[in-house]
């Protein structure tokens, strides 16, 4: 059974940093990659960064890309999304998902939901001072 957990989630000032966690537990080989969404209030789910569990290739989708960073440690099954240079705009409840997903083929179509068959619970990020 796939299971992914987030955590590291919590208030922030603007400029400030923080480090998310998502521990993945029972993915099948063919479920190629962890990526991370987030959902603002009244907003789309929008995809932010995705992660290769083999090579570790990345794609970085959206206005993100610059101040948040993703990586993986395999030995603890664990992803991980650093966040630089917080900003209000950046609030949101930020979730892992994983799936059949090739990670170097995202620049062509861009990384969608559908692609993502399961998803954690969600972390609530705020920033504000």
């Known amino acids: 059974q796939v299971q992914l957990v987030e955590s590291g989630g919590g208030l922030v000032q603007p400029g400030g940093s923080l480090r998310l966690s998502c521990a993945a537990s029972?993915?099948?080989?063919?479920?190629?990659?962890i990526g991370w969404f987030r959902q603002a209030p009244g907003k789309e789910r929008e995809g932010i960064s995705c992660?290769?569990?083999?090579?570790?290739?990345?794609y970085y989708g959206g206005s993100m890309k610059g101040r948040f960073t993703i990586s993986r440690d395999n030995a603890k099954s664990t992803v991980y999304l650093q966040m630089n240079s917080l900003k209000s705009e950046d609030t949101a409840v930020y979730y892992c998902?994983?799936?059949?997903?090739?990670?170097?083929?995202?620049?062509?179509?861009?990384?969608?939901?559908?692609?993502?068959?399961?998803w954690g619970q969600g972390t609530q990020v705020t920033v504000s001072s």
């Open positions: 998902a994983t799936g059949e997903v090739v990670t170097s083929l995202l620049s062509a179509t861009g990384m969608k939901e559908a692609y993502f068959d399961s």
């Open positions: 029972g993915l099948p080989r063919n479920y190629y990659s």
């Open positions: 992660i290769s569990r083999s090579d570790g290739a990345t």
